[in-house]
């Protein structure tokens, strides 16, 4: 009997679309009425089903509603979403995702996702130039040479700083770009894949879960929660250094282990492979010249372009993914590469990455399945309703698990706060609790489940490297498991200090 063999990326988005469009034939559907400021107008705009209603500007209105949201929140542009009104929760006519939407899903994922796709796709023909000039190859031989007897340090450098880029401005989606770059270097470094991967995703996982001035979760949050977002920051700070060093540690625990012995890698069959896929040579006789160290600077010029585009500009996909087309462009003049094997060799290498961007399209579908179905503010309706009468510390905790929960069916962030924030942050009113417990909980809790969500990033970071789900499960199950209970600790330990 053949043994059986873990479903592919895009099989396990496929279940669990079914899964989600199942869903939608059990739970009633239903909705909150939304609040948005119309800045033209300086007016709000009430939605309650198909009903739209012009509304004053004021604080007023705000009280009115229930919503304890200071104005300047929505008028100086902090709150750019409509916001959930709380006690305004309807049961709605069924919309139950059938066969034909389940089929459709996909395509419309792959639509509404055309921006990260293009981004995806365009850094892999920009890997491509890359990798005909020569340039990778030298340079990583170079770099293995440098960091030879402190290969640890890479680890340590690459996690902290990609959690520095999390933590302050949402480094998330752009850790695509890094995948294909970082992995040889790891590799070289006479690691395994498994950790190259891990200190890029969990970096960013760690550094977004302890988000300190991230504008798309803990400011946004606390805006709609009605608070400064510097209230609670110094408990996210403890939490930010709790967590990344919990990390660190715990990669650097199975990197020596791989590195004294290859064969306990949890890829070891797949070594050649993945080393083949990469194309690494650390012995090449490519020397280091000037012309490929030029090309490195503008390559590695193009990240810092766009980390500063992000950071100070409020740079977006399109600013992001030209930023690659120009730099591609340049390193093909430098290089002296031939217009007709330029575009042939960026091609390929924007079809290398073209699985990764189905994965990314098709989890987008799973979302807009749970929007269509009307299934997502049932769930955060109960879920608000059962933390009633709770004891604080119970109901930290509890907090922290519905907002894991609510993150599969929620995965933005940003529309995450928005909606649940003024429903569930005067709860932390009703057992004495400063409301930053609620902006906190909802980190933490979308944040440990990312680490495992398919619907997130993972399976498309996993897709380049060509690494099964299953394999990183078993990696990170029980680093998930230690920042569970970390983080319950934390948590228990913030409502009574």
């Known amino acids: 009997m053949k043994k059986l063999k873990f479903p592919s990326a895009q099989t396990i988005l496929i279940i669990i679309a079914g899964f989600v469009a199942l869903l939608t034939w059990i739970i009633p559907a239903g909705k909150y009425d939304t609040l948005s400021y119309d800045a033209s107008k300086n007016t709000f705009i009430k939605t309650s089903l198909n009903e739209f209603e012009e509304l004053p500007a004021t604080q007023e209105t705000l009280n009115s509603l229930n919503i304890k949201i200071p104005i300047e929140n929505f008028t100086s542009g902090a709150i750019y979403k409509p916001i959930g009104i709380p006690n305004t929760y309807k049961e709605l006519e069924p919309n139950p995702q059938g066969i034909s939407d389940l089929a459709k899903s996909p395509i419309k994922g792959i639509i509404a996702a055309s921006d990260i796709i293009f981004l995806i796709l365009i850094i892999g023909g920009l890997i491509g130039i890359m990798n005909l000039t020569g340039a990778f190859d030298a340079g990583i031989s170079w770099m293995a040479e440098t960091l030879k007897g402190r290969e640890y340090l890479l680890i340590i450098v690459v996690t902290t ?5 999390g933590t302050t401005f949402g480094l998330a989606e752009e850790t695509m770009a890094f995948y294909p770059i970082l992995i040889p270097v790891f590799l070289a470094a006479k690691y395994d894949a498994m950790v190259g991967v891990s200190c890029i995703f969990l970096g960013s996982a760690v550094g977004t879960m302890c988000s300190t001035t991230n504008p798309f979760s803990t400011i946004i949050a606390s805006d709609a929660a009605g608070i400064s977002w510097t209230t609670g920051l110094q408990s996210r700070i403890i939490m930010l250094v709790i967590c990344l060093t919990i990390t660190i540690l715990y990669i650097l625990r199975y990197a020596k282990r791989v590195k004294n012995n290859p064969s306990k890698s949890l890829i070891y069959d797949q070594k050649e492979t993945i ?6 040579n650390t012995n090449t006789t490519t020397k280091f010249t000037p012309r490929l160290k030029l090309i490195t600077f503008v390559f590695s010029l193009a990240f810092v372009v766009m980390i500063i585009g992000v950071s100070f500009f409020s740079w977006w996909f399109v600013e992001m993914t030209t930023t690659f087309l120009i730099a591609a462009i340049i390193i093909g003049f430098i290089a002296k590469i031939k217009e007709g094997l330029f575009i042939e060799t960026f091609a390929k290498g924007a079809a290398d990455l073209l699985s990764v961007a189905f994965i990314v399209g098709i989890a987008r579908g799973v979302t807009i399945l749970m929007e269509d179905g009307l299934i997502s503010d049932t769930l955060l309706y109960h879920a608000s309703t059962i933390t009633q009468g709770m004891h604080k510390g119970v109901f930290a905790n509890f907090m922290l698990i519905i907002y894991a929960g609510l993150s599969f069916f929620m995965p933005s962030s940003s529309g995450m706060a928005v909606l649940t924030m003024p429903i569930m942050a005067p709860l932390a009113d009703t057992v004495n609790l400063g409301r930053e417990l609620i902006v ?17 990033l993972i399976l498309a970071a996993l897709a380049i490297v060509k690494i099964g789900f299953n394999k990183w499960l078993k990696f990170v199950t029980p680093l998930l498991l230690i920042l569970f209970f970390t983080t319950i600790g934390f948590l228990t330990l913030s409502v009574y200090l």
């Open 275 to 280: 080393e083949q896929l990469f194309k690494l």
């Open 440 to 456: 906190n909980t909802y980190q933490y809790g979308m944040g440990l489940l990312y680490l495992i969500s398919p619907t997130g």
């Open 161 to 165: 700083l990609i959690a520095a880029g």
